[in-house]
């Protein structure tokens, strides 16, 4: 208990600041000097409400709001000590008029703060709406004179007078102030006169204000209006020739960010004049064409300008020449390739989505050098996670989407010392919330005229487990892994590679999510949750309060693994299988298959099935009960909702085109599908995703 009081105490005072979770949904700005020292008595307390020490929670929170008096705080840091005594006065005293009276007081000092549903009962959220009713809206309600523009605006769209309906309302806006209903009109207004884009806006608009003036009924007509100008509004999709570079892409003489242009591109109904600059080799290229659109249309534009190839190197000759196990693989997987000193370098754009609401979007480069006759070869990347996602296992009462990036970068490169090899590695990431560093050694060596090449790493990993925005002597986790590989690979004849191999990966730290939250249950209803029951399922039935995810601190993890590679003329075929097993009770296999055919010179097509499948772990429940005792509740020890700790299966289904648009220039795709099936989880029953990587690849021998 005195490890979740710690976190607890970290955790819940940055995420009051940025409004990821908390009593709150929106952060104070920071200008008091007792700002973090009420929002440190905020976190203690609701951490004694937990354990149902309410008199001593309530005594620390008068003690804040006193200190908290005048200018010492921001009126939105009262507010939320306030909003904290009104949860435990109603959820834990069962005091509703304390609580309604505490309620009312936070209103004062933040006409927004709202209650989070971590601690919402259907009581407290009815005793809040009333407080909310005594003190009235957050924004005034529309005046008579602002409703007789909307009378007036209406008439005008009627009579089909769009342009007059857009000007009434926007020259009574612009005389007093924006309002609810006005900005719901003016879409209205330019939904009718085709303007799709700036209608979407001033709809969005219309919702916000609705929820700030207490208006329900606009609020609604406005989200219904956003979705369906999400439907009728255009897109225009361009289809780039790969052999492009430095592409320009203008629409209607504006600039469209590099950014957008692989992406579905919104326009209003009408005409578009596309226009589009680059270079195919040394040489200009250009297009442009004027596509004209209706509601709904989605238009595909393809800048065709051909393309050219080029050949690559013969499997059979560089198999020959191979001097390694290493070059026998990269053979097969290559399909050939020449000898001596090889410079590569591409660009790779990644992209997943899945039914989860996840969205990843990763581009990276990387560059290397080896020469093989020489016995080195050095290299690097660098990749970007750029990560959306609103998805129900982090906080289970989350309904906004959030977003992040991580910055990833390594080095690595290998020498021949006498018979042996010696490889070194370097590794960094970096996340809002999570520091990765790493760095290795392997060394392997040749025997039985290089048939056989024994393999051994070893890997240490330094990270440090965070939360975003939040000072490192704040809240932070240290982990330490350590990694050990063994391996061993064969070649069996001219075309045949074996691979097989152990890892062992030591894990030391706690690794528990701190945005994580586990719904508790009463031991009656935990038997009766249903698999992959809904988050309203779960907060209609938990028990008013849910603790952090508190997962073991170390963790011992071995997998056994192996590979066949086999060439025929114009084919190649592998298969991969990996079995695992770790301290925490979790067994898992993996399968792995892969074909490619090369059609020609220039064109090779491949193929992926996958199939995984694993157990969970020892602690796992679909629902967590917690027992209530004289000194408070008990809960369990280790808890969880990540559902990769969970029983599931997958399958991966995948196909992939590389094409040589010149003798040292070649691109590839790749587009798979994945399928989940969660055996035991609460919020997800299965999931379904899509990845792609698109990339071009520079190789010069």
């Not at 963790?555 to 298969?575: D, N, Q, Y």
């Amino acid at each position: 208990m005195r490890r979740a009081r710690q976190l607890i105490r970290a955790i819940l005072l940055p995420a009051a600041v940025f409004g990821l979770v908390g009593l709150t949904d929106a952060g104070p700005s920071y200008a008091g000097d007792k700002d973090a020292d009420g929002l440190v008595a905020v976190a203690e307390a609701m951490n004694e409400f937990v354990e149902a020490k309410y008199d001593k929670a309530l005594a620390r929170l008068d003690a804040a709001l006193k200190a908290c008096k005048g200018k010492a705080c921001e009126p939105s840091v009262r507010a939320e000590i306030q909003m904290a005594i009104g949860v435990i006065q109603g959820a834990g005293r069962k005091k509703l008029d304390a609580a309604k009276k505490a309620f009312e007081g936070a209103l004062k000092e933040d006409a927004n703060v709202k209650l989070d549903k971590q601690w919402a009962t259907k009581e407290l959220e009815k005793t809040f709406a009333e407080a909310r009713q005594v003190l009235g809206p957050a924004r005034p309600p529309p005046t008579k004179q602002q409703m007789a523009a909307v009378t007036t605006a209406q008439a005008a769209l009627a009579q089909k007078d769009w342009s007059g309906c857009m000007q009434t309302l926007i020259a009574e806006m612009a005389t007093s102030s924006e309002f609810a209903a006005g900005k719901l009109m003016l879409a209205k207004c330019q939904d009718a006169g085709g303007l799709l884009l700036e209608a979407a806006a001033d709809a969005q608009i219309a919702a916000k204000y609705a929820e700030e003036e207490n208006n329900p009924g606009v609020g609604d007509e406005a989200k219904a209006l956003v979705e369906k100008l999400q439907t009728d509004t255009p897109t225009i999709t361009l289809q780039i020739p790969s052999s492009w570079s430095e592409v320009e892409i203008k629409i209607d003489g504006v600039v469209v960010p590099a950014d957008k242009v692989k992406q579905p591109i919104p326009h209003n109904p009408g005409k578009a004049t596309i226009e589009a600059k680059g270079k195919r080799g040394k040489f200009p290229a250009q297009y442009k064409t004027t596509e004209a659109f209706d509601r709904g249309e989605q238009i595909t534009v393809n800048v065709d300008q051909g393309g050219s190839g080029g050949n690559n190197s013969a499997v059979f000759q560089c198999m020959q020449a191979a001097r390694t196990p290493a070059d026998m693989q990269r053979c097969i997987d290559t399909g050939g390739k020449g000898r001596g000193f090889t410079l590569k370098a591409g660009l790779e754009t990644m992209f997943y989505t899945d039914t989860l609401n996840t969205t990843v979007v990763s581009p990276a480069a990387y560059i290397s050098g080896e020469n093989p006759t020489a016995g080195w070869s050095v290299g690097g990347s660098f990749i970007v996670d750029v990560v959306s996602t609103a998805s129900p296992d982090i906080v289970a009462t989350a309904s906004r989407r959030w977003n992040e990036r991580r910055y990833a970068g390594s080095l690595s490169g290998d020498f021949k010392v006498g018979p042996a090899k010696v490889g070194l590695n370097g590794a960094v990431s970096i996340e809002p919330d999570y520091l990765a560093r790493s760095v290795g050694v392997a060394v392997s060596t040749d025997l039985k005229s290089k048939m056989v090449t024994p393999t051994l790493a070893y890997n240490v990993g330094f990270d440090v487990l965070s939360r975003a925005g939040t000072p490192f002597e704040v809240f932070s986790e240290d982990i330490l892994r350590h990694t050990i590989d063994a391996g061993v690979s064969l070649v069996i004849d001219p075309s045949m590679i074996v691979v097989a191999g152990a890892t062992a990966e030591l894990v030391f730290g706690d690794t528990s999510k701190p945005y994580r939250t586990i719904p508790m249950f009463s031991e009656s209803v935990a038997s009766r949750m249903p698999l992959g029951a809904t988050r309203q399922v779960v907060s209609q039935n938990r028990l008013p309060f849910a603790p952090l995810e508190q997962l073991p601190t170390e963790r011992s993890r071995f997998a056994l693994f192996g590979r066949a590679a086999k060439r025929f003329e114009k084919t190649t075929i592998r298969g991969d299988e990996r079995l695992y097993v770790d301290t925490w009770g979790q067994l898992a296999s993996t399968t792995d298959a892969r074909f490619f055919l090369d059609v020609n010179d220039d064109l090779r097509l491949g193929s992926h099935l996958r199939f995984n499948v694993q157990s969970s772990v020892d602690f796992w429940k679909r629902a967590y009960v917690a027992t209530q005792s004289a000194t408070g509740w008990n809960i369990p020890e280790y808890r969880t909702s990540d559902r990769e700790l969970g029983a599931l299966m997958g399958f991966t289904l995948g196909a992939n085109v590389r094409y040589a648009l010149a003798r040292v220039l070649s691109a590839q795709l790749q587009v798979e599908g994945l399928y989940n099936q969660y055996f035991d989880h609460i919020y997800v029953f299965n999931r379904f995703g899509l990845f792609t990587a698109a990339t071009l690849e520079l190789e010069v021998d």
